[in-house]
């Protein structure tokens, strides 16, 4: 999906990724990042989000809830990272990175509100009332104020499978009634849903859904109660691109992940202020009935995987069309459309989300300088090896 512009924009990292593996530096298997591009799109959106008033948390989930990456942004000055589930809370906590936001897509475990709320997170994004008492029962006992985001949900609005959740805009009013009277330690901080932006092929651009819609209705339901929404955060597809429109449509809070890596179906149209900057190595196991065979571990299945570059460096490596595992399969191995030599190394860049996989990942820095570092390996959960 990515291999084109990743070769025009970022020839270097492509590069770099045969050599590495060439050399057994780096195993199958494994996503290598180029940590100076990925900062360099960090602060080209951080700036970005500041002219138009914008605040952004960022998003590691599809980089493996990488610390080393998470305190680089940090030092940027991003103001904490949005955690996708617990477990992501988890290494951001253990870790000592600041939590922006957390539970949008994932609600907090009961066992364990109480240790989030005592780390103090910006706001928690909640879809029950179970899940709101929980947490002022939490809040309580710590003596502090938790803020809170409502997840709210129209008719026509997009959910993914396995997402399913929110509150339904015509129950906004009484909850909020139940909320000021019988949850004196949780205090509503704004709206979200999710995604309220999407690339669209057609108009090829990133374009507002429904459910940006949905957004703006309940912040104003809830401002007619007296609940000053200081957050609408309207997250998916967070770039440059979409930070510039985000304040005319009415949010004010971005959450950005294939952003910071130039991976959003945008980068792979059309040349943006980011710049891709991972990539995925393999290596060719062997061949079947006319078909190469590389190692896999490291398929998402929306992937949009199309070809790969098989070879020993960038010079005389061949493009190879990818046939990627059933939704079904593991992954043990991607196909290819020809039989390809033995051991030669293979490189692709697709749409990915490492914190699903088995793969691990490679972090280099100094390549913008010619002098590339590996700062470290650690596996798909944020755990250095």
């Given at each position: 999906m990515f291999l084109e512009q990743t070769v025009k924009r970022n020839s270097e990292l492509v590069r770099l990724a045969f050599i590495l593996h060439q050399k057994g530096v780096i195993a199958p298997d494994s996503y290598l990042i180029d940590v100076d591009t990925f900062l360099q799109n960090a602060a080209e959106m951080l700036a970005c989000s500041k002219r138009n008033d914008v605040k952004l948390y960022f998003m590691l989930k599809q980089l493996g809830r990488n610390p080393f990456l998470a305190r680089e942004l940090m030092r940027l000055g991003y103001s904490g990272a949005v955690a996708v589930d617990y477990k992501e809370a988890a290494v951001m906590m253990e870790h000592g990175i600041p939590i922006g936001n957390?539970?949008?897509?994932?609600?907090?475990?009961?066992?364990?509100?109480?240790?989030?709320?005592?780390?103090?997170?910006?706001?928690?994004?909640?879809?029950?009332?179970?899940?709101?008492?929980?947490?002022?029962?939490?809040?309580?006992?710590?003596?502090?104020?938790?803020?809170?985001?409502?997840?709210?949900?129209?008719?026509?609005?997009?959910?993914?499978?396995?997402?399913?959740?929110?509150?339904?805009?015509?129950?906004?009013?009484?909850?909020?009634?139940?909320?000021?009277?019988?949850?004196?330690?949780?205090?509503?901080?704004?709206?979200?849903?999710?995604?309220?932006?999407?690339?669209?092929?057609?108009?090829?651009?990133?374009?507002?859904?429904?459910?940006?819609?949905?957004?703006?209705?309940?912040?104003?339901?809830?401002?007619?109660?007296?609940?000053?929404?200081?957050?609408?955060?309207?997250?998916?597809?967070?770039?440059?691109?979409?930070?510039?429109?985000?304040?005319?449509?009415?949010?004010?809070?971005?959450?950005?992940?294939?952003?910071?890596?130039?991976?959003?179906?945008?980068?792979?149209?059309h040349e943006q202020p980011e710049k891709p900057c991972v990539v995925y190595i393999s290596e060719i196991s062997h061949n079947f009935e006319g078909h190469g065979y590389c190692f896999g571990g490291g398929h998402y299945r929306r992937s949009h995987i199309k070809n790969a570059l098989v070879g020993e460096n960038l010079l005389s490596a061949r493009h190879v069309e990818v046939i990627p595992p059933s939704d079904d399969s593991i992954d043990y191995h991607f196909g290819l459309s020809k039989e390809c030599p033995v051991g030669q190394t293979v490189v692709m860049a697709f749409r990915y989300q490492i914190f699903v996989t088995r793969s691990d990942v490679v972090l280099v820095t100094g390549l913008r300088k010619g002098a590339p570092r590996i700062e470290g390996i650690y596996d798909s959960g944020g755990r250095e090896k």
């Open positions: 957390v539970g949008h897509l994932v609600q907090i475990p009961t066992a364990q509100v109480r240790q989030i709320v005592s780390c103090r997170p910006e706001v928690i994004t909640v879809y029950s009332e179970e899940k709101i008492r929980q947490i002022d029962q939490a809040a309580s006992e710590l003596g502090v104020i938790q803020e809170i985001l409502l997840r709210v949900y129209g008719e026509g609005d997009m959910i993914y499978s396995g997402q399913t959740a929110g509150f339904k805009l015509n129950t906004l009013k009484e909850l909020v009634s139940r909320i000021v009277s019988t949850s004196p330690h949780v205090r509503i901080a704004g709206v979200t849903s999710f995604p309220c932006y999407l690339y669209d092929e057609e108009l090829d651009d990133i374009i507002p859904t429904a459910n940006l819609q949905t957004v703006k209705k309940a912040a104003a339901i809830l401002e007619a109660q007296g609940i000053i929404c200081r957050i609408i955060n309207t997250p998916s597809a967070t770039c440059c691109r979409t930070i510039e429109r985000m304040k005319q449509d009415g949010g004010n809070c971005g959450e950005p992940g294939h952003g910071l890596s130039g991976t959003t179906p945008i980068h792979a149209a």
